[in-house]
């Protein structure tokens, strides 16, 4: 019972107090719609109509991520920015729980692995919701814009706009699921892994770490780099020899499943000092 | 009855020895005073007893139980340590609320009587956390201690920030937890305090007992 009243106190807490960040996980999913609405504007500006683009073509633009061979620096920046706030929102709220009522609510609960799962629990809620937040965002943008709400892909934007050179014409159905759930899965497992590491080094510290594995993901297309599984446009349903989907799954599933057994175990023992 | 064994206890903190072969009983109807500089180790002894760190070498025992390896925290403990810390959004009584939620074992009639203890009134724990002044924060800290009458209560300074009715309401308090058969265990800067409500006193210099007075123990 004590453990549910922690996980309640976990998720109505973070949530209250990551409402502004997702607020602006919001406007940026904003901004990035209309990113897209006008450049397939130009890029079709000699078209007798601009093709509408579907509620997955404008989640694909936004998480789409950055082909494997960087052209621009500023290539994929939107992806990036996304994945790195989402990392930094989950950033503090564990950790400065203890400095405030969550160090008696702990004592209160008894159990320190409780702790944990209950604060595991609440990064994968939370995380979940950065991407609802994203969803939701694109799909009232399409109602307003009157875009259609379809999960079809349009092929001529990932060639025109995206600028990838696929050996596809038309994409495969799965294309759909690795866009709506690859990203959000290994967002998870890196948000965990952060959280992990925040019980060895300092919460900044982590977040540089771990954003750090992200960069090397831009610039390095490797299976053991967890990011190249969150980018669907390296998806081998989109470029050859590109990221296996399976594979993505099983080792966000790992990364996810390490970082709360490690977490846990190491906060059995873990010194409560004062939290800076 | 609660008893507390602290057993050839050391703790090392990034390499430095900030609790040093500290061995005492403590049990239930005793006020146990801590007393010594800042940085002397009484905030360290007192969270080691409250399971929030865990001794490098030696042994707490809560009734038997083995802190750390029989159980994460004692059973019933109310702490307050140096500044109290609640959410600023919610009133005094929410946050109260929200903390006896997880126990269950208290409804909102204790809730009300431990802020009228600690000398809040029904219109300031109405008031959201952060317009509290550094007294107010402290009464609240105080009656989240001791709200569910825990067997164990831990009192890190009460007295900071207090005026000299709160301090006398400080003295009130601990000795009502003495009284109902409570471990109280005080660290307080002010040495009057501790003489007039302590049954024995421990003085701390860098992490080691190095003296201790009262019942049973000659100065």
Redesign the interface.
Known sequence: MRYFKLIKYDLKNGFQLGLIKLLIVALLAIIFCIDFYFRKSNVYFFNDHTPPGTFIDYLFYMLAGMRDEVSAPTEGVKWLLLQLFILYSTLYYPHRDLSSLGLSILVRTKKRSAWWVSKSIWIICYTLGNYLVIFLTVFVFCLVMQEPISLNITSMFVRDILDVISPYDTFSPNLVYIIAFLPMIISIALNLFQMTLVLFIKPLYSFGVTAVIILASVYQLHPFLPSNYAMPIRSEYVIENGMQASDGIAMAICLLVISIIVGCLYFRHYDILNVD | MTKIELEGVYKI?KGVSVIHDISMTITSGQVTGLRGVNGSGKTMLM?LI?????PTKGTIKIDGKVL?KD???P?S?G?L??NP???N?YSGFQ?LR??A????NIGDAQINHALHTVGLDAISSQKKYKKYSLGMKQRLGIA?AIMEQPEIVILDEPTNSLDANGVEQVKHIVRHEKERGAVVILACHDTDILDELADEIHYLENGAVIQTTGRGHQA
């Open positions: 903190v969270r409250a399971g929030l760190i865990l750390g159980i994460s925290f059973e403990i702490i340590l140096e810390a609640f959410l959004r946050n929200m903390l939620s997880i126990r269950n989240g």
